[in-house]
């Protein structure tokens, strides 16, 4: 194997290189990839559109039905894995610790239930105490982060960020706090349902107002239509729409980066991890 | 010539598949069933009838189904000799339908509705073949027919029968898609059309290697006319239930296969660019070999069927040869063989059918004697083996007669040596067996008892007595049909 | 403005967010919103294909911007009949897979939908777009989906099968994107309409070369042509057959037309035919794909497995007659995409209907389903006979194109790879039609000889049914199809 | 080779990435342990990454934020120099292809994780070797 891999890895070099021989220079700017559209993009959009970030213009409107099914593609990678490792059984072995005298139980029976209330806590096989130093920490940390991830999203017409880059940030924070404290915190704040429901719903949101867009009587995703919808002037409506489109970016990336942490660390089982 | 459009060829292969699902629905009540086939049966046969008139008057009756590409289209076309063989096919079928009544009933065969299903969905594809105006219609019927009679030889569902029916099949399938196939699309790509046509379609565009290789590939990839070495399928096949032998492996299959090679012959290639090429002789020798080696197996065989398709085998070819002569006499001897044959066939098998369900005898060695015990059937099978051999008062005569001026009308003296000498065999296999049932002495009657008379039920002996009288009215009237073969050749 | 083309794509997107919703309301509702959403988007596409047939190509700016800035959907007959092909397909699907999904994979029933809806849209989208990178995304939406489902399956190997499956997958969708960076570079744009005509004028730069190269290896990774097939049998095998039935008919098929789409539309075959020498190389690699897959198929012992090694076989059919170079091969393969989508869908019903009842599909738990699901067994039998090329199924006639095409191209090898592959497939299905036919089913019980029928839920039967007569009257209309979608696409 | 080096040096961006990619391609190909086969996809996709992000270069321009953009009347008041900005396209199609790669590695590692329940091994001949026993023992 490692001699095949060898042989193909050389003729696709091979053939790569063979490429580059009539390709432009690196940065030349005369070249076909940086006058043909990359002019008009540049040139034309904020007159177009009011968005003086060239990036996010052209993601989220030129290009909007890309990334439209960016949107999906993360949702899938969600949804993936909550089909592959969701496990609804039970774990066979469960651990519980008494709080107030630290003594930890084992149980092998899945049946069983504790009785008394909340001074018992269920616990992992491996469980160690979480340190005060990084609970503290990260405790202050987390808004800040989910305000800056906002921000982000919020900003991305304007300055580099959008709603991936939010949004990964805002999942990001949340997955901190699992680390931080341990995974039954998180799963209790930010339930299963949530979860889904928002990557869902922030997919719909980028394709609601497509064909809200549509229902106005223009193409799909042509925020332009949407004037008589949004209050601001007309001028500003494409940004807006983009707006609103990153702010359904963001939602969904968040959910499903979280889904995905907590899918593999658990193995499905949402209850024991990292 | 004139030509009528009229949508009747394409009601005749309608009728007996759209008879199926009533079959199927009414499987509960075999009474029922029965009435349909017949009712299908002679709907069919008076649709065929009803447009004789008008293809004697020297029309051409025409129906364009559906367009695949310019000159390949699904069509039907009503000429001479496709109206021959619909006529033999579906007089045939309506017998054929009574008979097996008896035998199915007679036996309690199982499976009888898928039994009478497949065999209604056969005759629609013979009719097809029949009335096809191209080769791509005579190929789709062709591979409809093969596999609508594969049930039917598997009907036994045991593990002879499978053996066979994979044999049927290999050779069958086989040939028509490894050697018709192509052929048939280079013929396409080489012309552009698969009309038939008297003058064939090739006009000069063909060099002789070529037009030897096609010629080869149809003549042996037609593998249901059992030109040899692609012939054993049909012996095999015999484990079918008789009903089936008879109609399909005496008349209906094997018939296509060399109804198709006829079509080839004539309306492919056209008689003038085989005798250009001075290819008739090559299908001549072909067809010889196989007349002679597959006499001599009969004679060696002692299951009655097995015999009878081995004799089929060498029948068959007569007709190729017969049309390959490229002349006249010879072409019409050769294509009213395959009315006259499937008299004098079906009479035969419908006999060892009879005598199967009647005393349970197979092997022609257990048959003596058996004459005073059935003497209709015994006197049916002498008329079927004369029709077969070609000796008046019987159709083969007619048919032998032809074959016999054709190799002297194309000079070619040897080919009637072989058509003699074949004779001379044909009586050898058959006419033993009916001396040998009438005079010989079987084990049972050594007594010198007087034998009683104990036949078949009615359903069976009834068509085998139809069958033979039309074989005698053929060898009088025989009028008809040959105009029809002297305006389809164009003779 | 026509919002038919935007609806086509958004129904089933749309639906798969809202079922996923409604997941959490009840259960059942998700199926019945992405049987809805299927219905929609079915209906747009026969829309557009008709709006397409009667006033030409049509073009939809997403957003509202011009073509090269925008992405722009362009339908034009190709593709229209491609996306009718998928949404029936997905749609007919969705109705007779309930049954299996319920046995297979109950618990997560509404996710599953979710993600065949998301698998349709990724596969509609492919198909629709005029974009080179919208049409990755495309790719990597319906790829991602297809590894999850894949891995839903045979709880042992799925996930293996799946897992390698997504490193060959995304081998062959980098080097596709490489390939559209290559174009982008030296074009300097991503819409294949704009892009094919300024590749007009550079032709001989090796940068366009090695982007075309780099193009057609990841769609060939991607629909498993032979020897990049490694990933398909078992992950096809393996997956739960409500999705297997999908994505074998349909993946390797949009790949096709990809292909098609590419040589065609981007690249034009003036270049690829005049300009480069890798026509014969690649039809020879075809052939050896077509015999490769035909001869691996005889040495399976699951049908699954089978037919996955039967559709390694197809793709050799479909990538031969594009690369054969003449309008014939072209036409042979595009009609191929929908013949082989239709065959190796009803093929894939019938197998979900024999795993529902039986749970297995080695070819030793075949016995006696002929005598338990004849209905299965009829609409299977149909679909073998069209995947062998008997007339008149619709196999039959792009096999006849793609000889044709052969011939005329002089490409006899290719035209000797199609029908040997012809015969083993043939030798394949029915070695699979005796083993269902001869052999008693063990389980029924030696006391019970009489036959218990014991048939798939009606919903399934209904859609083997529905496939069955499309395979027929794709057959039959073939002559039509060609006349008004392929032969004025190819001009 | 004096023609050669030249070539190199001007397009050197595309040397580099084509040699990190045939490292990833060749690790997904020849590696055997299941997670370095991803790593190398990893790698191998980020190179492509760079690989389009760098054609979104041009000597002498700044990253494609117009500068004063914002407000909507600006716009007209400074004349917007195409030179002045990089190509933006490169980097939206990027974003694209970075969350596709995401999503992959998620689904990759998804499975992964599902293997590894079920066979406690990651090594590709251990899996193949365990996959044939349970076939052997059914």
């Excluded at chain 4, 008041?77 to 998620?106: C, E, K, Q, R």
Aim: contains cysteine; proline residues 4%.
């Amino acid at each position: 194997m490692k001699f095949f891999g060898f042989v193909i890895v050389c003729l696709t070099g091979g053939l790569l290189l063979y490429g580059t021989m009539d390709l432009p220079d690196w940065g030349d700017p005369g070249s076909p990839a940086s006058t043909h559209l990359s002019d008009y993009y540049i040139e034309h959009i904020v007159e177009e559109t009011q968005v003086p970030n060239l990036v996010t213009a052209v993601l989220a409107d030129y290009r909007g039905y890309d990334t439209m099914f960016e949107t999906a593609v993360v949702f899938c990678a969600g949804l993936a894995c909550f089909l592959l490792l969701r496990d609804f059984r039970p774990k066979k072995d469960r651990y519980f610790r008494h709080v107030p005298t630290g003594v930890m139980l084992h149980f092998k029976n899945p049946q069983t239930r504790l009785i008394a209330g909340n001074e018992f806590e269920h616990m992992d096989k491996d469980w160690v105490p979480s340190d005060m130093i990084i609970k503290t920490v990260c405790r202050i940390l987390i808004p800040f982060i989910q305000i800056y991830a906002l921000y982000v999203v919020a900003h991305g017409d304007f300055s580099p960020g959008g709603g991936f880059q939010g949004g990964v940030i805002f999942g990001s924070s949340l997955i901190l706090m699992a680390i931080s404290y341990n995974l039954k915190t998180l799963v209790k704040r930010v339930t299963e349902k949530f979860l889904s429901v928002f990557a869902a719903l922030g997919v719909l949101i980028y394709v609601g107002l497509g064909v809200a867009a549509m229902l106005m009587g223009g193409h799909f995703l042509d925020y332009g239509m949407l004037a008589p919808l949004l209050p601001s002037d007309p001028g500003h409506i494409r940004a807006l729409g983009m707006l609103g489109v990153e702010i359904g970016v963001g939602i969904a990336v968040m959910a499903v980066m979280v889904i995905i942490y907590i899918n593999i660390v658990s193995e499905g089982r949402h209850d024991e991890g990292l | 010539m004139e030509i009528l459009i009229s949508i009747k060829p394409l009601l005749t292969v309608l009728v007996p598949l759209l008879v199926i699902p009533i079959l199927v629905s009414s499987s509960q009540k075999p009474n029922v069933r029965e009435a349909w086939i017949f009712g299908a049966g002679f709907v069919m046969f008076f649709l065929v009838a009803s447009m004789v008139p008008a293809v004697l008057s020297g029309s051409k009756i025409v129906f364009t189904l559906f367009e695949l590409a310019p000159g390949a289209d699904i069509a039907f076309q009503v000429d001479g000799l496709g109206m021959l063989f619909a006529l033999v096919a579906g007089s045939l079928y309506i017998v054929t339908s009574l008979y097996s009544i008896g035998y199915m009933r007679g036996l309690k065969e199982h499976g009888q509705t898928r039994f009478v299903s497949f065999f209604a969905l056969a005759i629609s594809a013979t009719m097809g073949a029949a009335f096809s105006a191209n080769l791509l219609t005579l190929y789709l019927f062709y591979e409809i027919l093969s596999l609508a009679t594969y049930p039917l030889v598997a009907h036994h569902e045991d593990a002879k029968s499978r053996i066979s029916a994979r044999r049927y099949l290999v050779f069958i399938l086989g040939t028509s898609i490894g050697l018709v196939l192509p052929a048939m699309i280079y013929c396409y790509h080489v012309t552009g059309t698969l009309a038939f046509s008297t003058a064939g379609i090739f006009a000069g565009q063909l060099s002789k290697p070529a037009a030897t290789v096609l010629l080869l590939m149809f003549v042996f990839g037609f593998a249901k006319a059992g030109i040899m070495p692609f012939h054993s399928w049909l012996p095999a096949a015999m484990v079918a239930p008789t009903p089936v032998s008879a109609l399909l492996h005496a008349v209906a299959v094997v018939k296509v296969g060399v109804f198709s090679i006829v079509r080839v012959i004539t309306g492919i290639f056209g008689v003038d660019l085989l005798a250009h090429f001075n290819l008739g002789v090559v299908v001549m020798v072909i067809a010889s070999f196989t007349i002679i080696v597959s006499s001599c197996i009969a004679l060696s065989q002692d299951e009655l069927k097995r015999r009878l398709a081995f004799s089929t085998i060498s029948q068959l070819s007569y007709i190729v040869f017969g049309v390959a002569l490229l002349s006249p006499s010879g072409q019409l001897g050769g294509v009213i063989h395959i009315l006259m044959h499937a008299f004098g066939k079906i009479t035969l098998f419908f006999c060892a059918g009879a005598i199967f369900v009647a005393t349970g005898k197979k092997y022609i060695s257990q048959m003596k004697g058996l004459g005073r015990q059935m003497p209709v059937t015994f006197a049916a099978f002498f008329i079927g083996s004369l029709g077969v051999i070609g000796l008046p008062p019987t159709g083969g005569f007619y048919s032998k007669w032809n074959l016999i001026l054709g190799t002297l009308e194309a000079g070619q003296t040897i080919f009637m040596v072989v058509l003699l000498v074949s004779s001379f065999l044909n009586a050898f296999y058959f006419l033993p067996i009916v001396y040998q049932a009438f005079f010989g002495k079987g084990k049972d009657d050594l007594s010198g008892a007087r034998v009683k008379i104990q036949e078949a039920n009615l359903c069976l002996v009834l068509p085998l007595a139809i069958t033979a009288l039309a074989s005698i009215g053929l060898f009088f009237f025989p009028q008809m049909f040959v105009d029809l073969i002297t305006l389809g050749l164009n003779l | 403005m026509n919002n038919m083309p935007a609806i086509l794509v958004l129904a089933p997107l749309l639906g798969a967010f809202f079922a996923c919703l409604a997941a959490w309301i009840q259960k059942q509702l998700s199926y019945y919103i992405a049987l809805a959403a299927m219905a929609v988007s079915c209906f747009a596409a026969v829309s557009v294909l008709t709006d397409v047939i009667t006033s030409g190509t049509m073009q939809y700016r997403m957003a509202g911007w011009a073509p090269p800035m925008g992405i722009e959907l362009r339908i034009d007959l190709l593709n229209a009949m491609v996306l009718v092909l998928i949404s029936a397909i997905a749609f007919v699907n969705l109705v007779a897979s309930v049954k299996n999904v319920e046995q297979e994979i109950s618990d997560r029933a509404p996710s599953f939908y979710v993600m065949y809806l998301l698998f349709v849209v990724g596969l509609l989208g492919v198909t629709a777009t005029g974009d080179l990178f919208n049409l990755y995304v495309l790719i990597e939406i319906t790829s991602l989906t297809s590894y999850t489902l894949i891995a839903l399956g045979d709880k042992d190997r799925a996930p293996l099968a799946a897992l390698n499956y997504i490193f060959i997958g995304v081998i062959g969708a980098s080097f596709y994107l490489l390939g559209v960076g290559y174009l982008y570079i030296t074009t300097g744009s991503l819409n294949m309409a704009d892009v094919a005509v300024i590749l007009k004028g550079i032709q001989g730069s090796s940068a366009v070369l090695t982007a075309f190269i780099l193009c057609i290896l990841g769609v060939w990774i991607k629909m498993a042509l032979f020897p990049l097939h490694v990933w398909l049998p078992n992950a096809y095998a393996f997956a739960p057959v409500g999705f297997a039935r999908v994505v074998a008919p349909l993946m390797t098929k949009v790949m096709v037309y990809v292909m098609v789409r590419l040589m065609v539309t981007v690249f034009g075959l003036e270049y690829i035919f005049e300009t480069l020498n890798l026509a014969d190389a690649v039809v020879w690699l075809a052939v050896t794909a077509i015999l490769a897959g035909a001869f691996t198929a005889l040495f399976q012992k699951d049908l699954k497995k089978m037919l996955a090694y039967i559709i390694v076989c197809e793709i050799g059919y479909m990538v031969g007659g594009a690369w054969l170079g003449n309008s014939l091969g072209m036409t042979g393969a595009i009609l191929h995409i929908l013949n082989d989508g239709l065959m190796t869908f009803a093929l894939f019903l019938a197998v979900g209907n024999i795993i529902y009842m039986r749970r297995q599909t080695a070819f030793s738990d075949l016995s006696g389903l002929f005598a338990a699901m004849p209905w299965t067994m009829a609409g299977f039998v149909l679909a073998g006979l069209s995947i062998i090329g008997v007339p008149p199924t619709c196999g039959f006639f792009s096999k006849w194109y793609l000889v044709l095409g052969a011939f005329e191209a002089g490409a006899y090898h290719f035209a000797a790879a199609l029908i040997i592959s012809s015969l083993v497939c043939a030798v394949l299905f029915f070695k699979v039609f005796e083993i269902c036919f001869f052999e008693a089913d063990s389980g029924a019980g030696d006391h019970n000889p009489a036959k218990v029928i014991t048939e798939a839920p009606v919903s399934m039967l209904a859609s083997l049914g529905l496939v069955s007569v499309a395979i027929i009257a794709a057959g039959i209309y073939a002559g039509t199809i060609v006349d008004t979608i392929i032969l004025p696409f190819l001009q | 080779m004096s023609d050669i080096l030249p070539l190199i040096v001007a397009k050197y961006n595309f040397w580099l990435y084509i040699i990190l990619m045939m490292i990833g391609l060749y690790a997904m190909i020849a590696k055997n342990n299941l997670m370095k086969k991803l790593v190398g996809m990893n790698i191998f996709q980020t190179a492509i990454i760079l690989f389009y992000v760098s054609i979104g270069y041009k000597h002498g321009a700044t990253i494609p934020i117009i500068q004063g953009g914002h407000g909507g009347h600006s716009a007209h008041d400074a004349v917007i120099h195409a030179a002045d900005y990089i190509n933006p396209l490169p980097h939206v199609l990027m974003l694209t292809a970075i969350v596709v790669s995401v999503a992959t590695f998620g689904v990759a590692m998804a499975l992964c994780v599902r293997i590894y329940q079920r066979y406690q091994t990651l090594e590709e001949d251990e899996l193949r070797m365990r996959v044939s026993e349970r076939i052997t023992h059914e």
